[in-house]
Nanobody, 122 residues
Framework: QRQLVESGGGLVQAGGSLRLSCAAS????????MGWFRQAPGKEREFVAA??????YYGDSVKGRFTISIDNAKNTVYLQMNSLKPEDTAVYYC?????????????????WGQGTQVTVSS
């Protein structure tokens, strides 16, 4: 059974950093695209970052500030978030889909974590 569990969210001041973790079980990263999405109140779910095999992808609003990475030994995906802004405030979700699907930015991932809240104060 595939399971994704996020952690690392919290309250941070603008300009600060957070690192989100997504512990995965029941899947191997070599066969899956791992993605991060976020959803703010009243807004649609937004693509943040993804890693597919050795390639990484980022949403325009986070390029240069966020970094996605994988630790295969720990079966964990990370999202390092630097230079945080109040508009980054959202619930952040980890997601997984089979890596043979080329599209990584649409939220049509079959597997999702429960989400972790990130709040950036101004």
């Amino acid at each position: 059974q595939r399971q994704l569990v996020e952690s690392g969210g919290g309250l941070v001041q603008a300009g600060g950093s957070l690192r989100l973790s997504c512990a995965a079980s029941g899947l191997t990263f070599s066969s899956y695209t791992m993605g991060w999405f976020r959803q703010a109140p009243g807004k649609e779910r937004e693509f943040v970052a993804a890693i597919r095999w050795s390639s990484t992808y980022y949403g325009d609003s986070v390029k240069g500030r966020f970094t996605i990475s994988i630790d295969n030994a720990k079966n964990t995906v990370y999202l390092q978030m630097n230079s945080l802004k109040p508009e980054d405030t959202a619930v952040y979700y980890c997601a997984a889909r089979i890596s043979t699907v080329h599209d990584v930015t649409s939220p049509n991932y079959p597997y999702w974590g429960q989400g972790t809240q990130v709040t950036v104060s101004s």
